[in-house]
């Protein structure tokens, strides 16, 4: 084991999936941990280990042990899950987060955390919204995003950490199994499309949402964390944004591949959750500090996405 290790938590979820063999391919297997609580994938190459964010005393254990100075800290609990459990949100959102800040400070750490657009509310502006601006979530997701952020910042400003973080929109990928989570049903729909040839769509028609595929997102979150320090002028966590589109659209996008799908829309009790969320986002900031740009449009990513859903399927 090398000194300078990274490690990363919730490794096998949507992102960390992903994540892993991006941070590999860039800086060799040896330097990246995969850390889960309790998934793992059959298929891993690497080095992976188990633990518990909430779990102080075996996150210390690990970062000795293999002497990281990078956290990816992406374990979490999404929208859909906080509502149904908000105390166990809170405490691993926060509990989780407050652990890798803490020891953030022991060990010189660098941390990656993603916020998401769930940090805005019913009272943010919901077209174009800015970078600053009000937020004021109504699920424990989105209030746990705030508290994140403003946590993430208040230790940059008193302990020197160097916390850097997104505000992720809907991510679309297809290697894991998707999350508890509302922009989900833009992943579910595929599996749908593919196994049935029909979806029942939990969000009305015409529900507008941020969203991004994920070889941008990891894109994005790599290139974030390599950006010089001094060009980072937010510490809390920037808007980030790549596309947005509504079920309909997507289902157009769709049925171009496979013009026999057909969906019904059953709006459910996660259409309160969409509502109170922006429709787009304007990221600025993000492109300006540190260059982002997107690279998949919805047509792209619709492709990319039903091809991959399918293989797994076969497969
Ligand atoms: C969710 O819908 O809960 C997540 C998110 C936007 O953070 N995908």
Same mark, same amino acid.
């Given at each position: ?10 490794? !096998? ?8 063999? /991006? ?15 309790? &998934? ?13 964010? &909430? ?9 000795? #042990? ?10 979490g609990i999404l929208s859909v899950g906080g509502e149904k459990n908000p105390q166990l949100a809170w405490d691993i959102n926060m ?8 020891? /953030? ?11 998401s657009?769930a940090a805005?509310g019913?009272? &943010?502006?919901? #077209?174009?919204?800015?970078?600053? &601006?009000?937020?004021?979530p109504s699920t424990m997701y989105g209030v746990n995003k705030v508290a994140g ?18 505000? %992720?929109?809907?991510?679309? /990928? %297809? ?9 989900? %049903? ?36 790599? #290139? ?15 808007? !980030? ?6 079920? /309909? ?16 829309? #059953? ?6 959750i ?42």
């Amino acid at each position: 084991m090398t000194k300078n290790s990274i490690l990363v938590t919730g490794a !096998f979820g949507l992102v960390g999936s992903e994540l892993v063999p /991006a941070l590999q391919k860039k800086y060799g297997q040896d330097k990246v941990i995969a850390l889960a609580r309790k &998934t793992m994938a059959d298929d891993f190459i690497g080095i992976l280990d188990k633990g518990d964010v &909430t779990d102080f005393a075996r996150l210390e254990e690990l970062i000795k #042990q293999y002497q990281i100075n990078t956290i990816y800290h992406l374990a979490g609990i999404l929208s859909v899950g906080g509502e149904k459990n908000p105390q166990l949100a809170w405490d691993i959102n926060m509990g989780g987060l407050k652990n890798v800040l803490d020891l /953030a400070v022991k060990y010189k750490l660098k941390v990656f955390w993603p916020s998401s657009i769930a940090a805005f509310g019913p009272t &943010t502006p919901t #077209q174009n919204t800015p970078q600053h &601006t009000v937020l004021e979530p109504s699920t424990m997701y989105g209030v746990n995003k705030v508290a994140g952020e403003l946590l993430g910042q208040y230790y940059h400003l008193k302990y020197d950490v160097d916390f850097r973080s997104l505000r %992720y929109p809907g991510l679309n /990928a %297809y290697k894991a199994d998707p999350g508890d989570g509302t922009t989900e %049903y833009a992943i579910h729909i595929f599996y749908a499309a593919i196994k049935d040839g029909h979806y029942v769509c939990p969000l009305k028609p015409n529900t507008r949402l941020p969203m991004m595929y994920m070889d941008d997102a990891i894109n994005g979150s790599i #290139q974030l964390m390599e950006a010089p320090a001094e060009k980072l002028t937010v510490r809390t966590s920037y808007n !980030f944004s790549a596309i947005s589109f509504t079920p /309909a659209e997507l289902v157009a996008a769709i049925q171009k591949i496979q013009p026999d799908f057909t969906v019904d829309y #059953q709006p459910n009790h996660t259409q309160a959750i969409a509502d109170s969320w922006p429709k787009t986002i304007d990221d600025g900031v993000a492109r300006q500090d540190w260059g982002w740009q997107e690279k998949f449009d919805l047509e792209k990513m619709t492709k990319a996405l039903y091809e991959g859903v399918k293989e797994k399927i076969k497969a």
